[in-house]
């Protein structure tokens, strides 16, 4: 099983060949780029930026299994504003050119989001307003991701959305899109259930992986913590990894970033990394 380093664990202004350094030195097998309004990624870097960046990461032994995104908080997919709506759209296209010519085969997107506590000026949409253009939005990008062969996975995100894994699979039955599925992480579960039954019941739409951890005995979202700090349950939830057949990256994403020195969280977690790892390879073999 691959291990992989969000970007999400920086800022978007940092150095990308910095950051594709301590990747490979701490020992991952992949790092997921992510879009930004203005940072090394954003929808103006020009086809030849970011070939150039697929070429600095393959000449370092790295892979670029998926790209991620931020600017989908600004830019609510499910807006009342038509407008922010088309750009959001416009967003999640780039995501798929660039991740095809990055050589990544899965676009982690926000689906939108019914409240939030992350964008600057916050919408409040009706639950069933949001889960119609969400559903909307993805089918008409779905051939985009086939004629890329980028798959999109949805994230669950503090979103007020989509708060249950089989609400979520009836979600993606009903797009019906092989090109469209689930990037689950296992730490934004734990405020609404657990991340083992989600991998479980989500099975088969499951497209990535994130790896987080939360604390309950902390508040908001300062309580995402180093991986075995939190109470996510690491060894029922790499039994359901093995279950499902799962074998694709796991992907760690330190978010909130450390204050100090945050290239030390790729080295910080990278034994933890290890141990999940080992703990899929266990289950599938006593299975």
Same mark, same amino acid.
Not at 207 to 235: E, N, T, W
Not at 240 to 259: R, V
């Given at each position: 099983?691959?291990?992989?380093?969000?970007?999400?664990?920086?800022?978007?202004?940092?150095?990308?060949?910095?950051?594709?350094?301590?990747?490979?030195?701490?020992?991952?097998?992949?790092?997921?780029?992510?879009?930004?309004?203005?940072?090394?990624?954003?929808?103006?870097?020009?086809?030849?930026?970011?070939?150039?960046?697929?070429?600095?990461?393959?000449?370092?032994?790295?892979?670029?299994?998926?790209?991620?995104?931020?600017?989908?908080?600004?830019?609510?997919?499910?807006?009342?504003?038509?407008?922010?709506?088309?750009?959001?759209?416009?967003?999640?296209?780039?995501?798929?050119?660039?991740?095809?010519?990055?050589?990544?085969?899965?676009?982690? $997107?926000?689906?939108?989001?019914?409240?939030?506590?992350?964008?600057?000026?916050?919408?409040?949409?009706?639950?069933?307003?949001?889960?119609?253009?969400?559903?909307?939005?993805?089918?008409?990008?779905?051939?985009?991701?086939?004629?890329?062969?980028?798959?999109?996975?949805?994230?669950?995100?503090?979103?007020?959305? &989509?708060?249950?894994?089989?609400?979520?699979?009836?979600?993606?039955?009903?797009?019906?899109?092989?090109?469209?599925?689930?990037?689950?992480? $296992?730490?934004?579960?734990?405020?609404?259930?657990?991340?083992?039954?989600? $991998?479980?019941? &989500?099975?088969?739409?499951?497209?990535?992986?994130?790896?987080?951890?939360?604390?309950?005995?902390?508040?908001?979202?300062?309580?995402?913590?180093?991986?075995?700090?939190?109470?996510?349950?690491?060894?029922? $939830?790499?039994?359901?990894?093995?279950?499902?057949?799962?074998?694709?990256?796991?992907?760690?994403?330190? &978010?909130?970033?450390?204050?100090?020195?945050?290239?030390?969280?790729?080295?910080?977690?990278?034994?933890?990394?290890?141990?999940?790892?080992?703990?899929?390879?266990?289950?599938?073999?006593?299975?």
């Amino acid at each position: 099983m691959k291990q992989g380093i969000s970007l999400f664990s920086f800022t978007d202004s940092t150095d990308v060949r910095w950051m594709f350094e301590h990747a490979k030195k701490a020992g991952y097998d992949g790092v997921e780029p992510v879009l930004s309004e203005s940072g090394y990624l954003n929808p103006h870097t020009s086809e030849r930026d970011i070939l150039a960046m697929r070429r600095m990461a393959e000449d370092m032994g790295l892979e670029i299994p998926s790209v991620g995104v931020w600017s989908l908080w600004e830019n609510n997919l499910v807006s009342d504003s038509e407008a922010t709506r088309r750009k959001a759209f416009g967003i999640v296209e780039k995501q798929i050119e660039a991740a095809h010519l990055l050589g990544a085969d899965t676009i982690l $997107v926000v689906p939108g989001y019914v409240g939030c506590a992350f964008a600057s000026k916050p919408e409040k949409i009706r639950y069933d307003v949001a889960y119609a253009r969400s559903q909307e939005a993805l089918a008409r990008l779905a051939p985009q991701a086939e004629a890329a062969k980028v798959a999109i996975g949805i994230e669950n995100v503090w979103n007020r959305f &989509l708060l249950s894994p089989l609400e979520t699979a009836r979600f993606l039955d009903e797009i019906a899109s092989p090109w469209v599925g689930m990037y689950l992480d $296992v730490g934004n579960v734990v405020y609404i259930g657990y991340p083992e039954q989600w $991998v479980d019941l &989500l099975g088969k739409h499951i497209k990535k992986l994130h790896m987080s951890d939360y604390r309950f005995d902390q508040a908001g979202i300062g309580a995402f913590v180093d991986l075995f700090a939190g109470d996510v349950d690491f060894p029922a $939830v790499a039994k359901a990894i093995a279950d499902i057949g799962y074998d694709d990256y796991i992907t760690l994403e330190m &978010l909130p970033n450390y204050k100090q020195f945050p290239e030390v969280s790729l080295y910080a977690d990278k034994y933890a990394m290890d141990r999940i790892a080992g703990l899929v390879e266990n289950a599938r073999g006593s299975r």
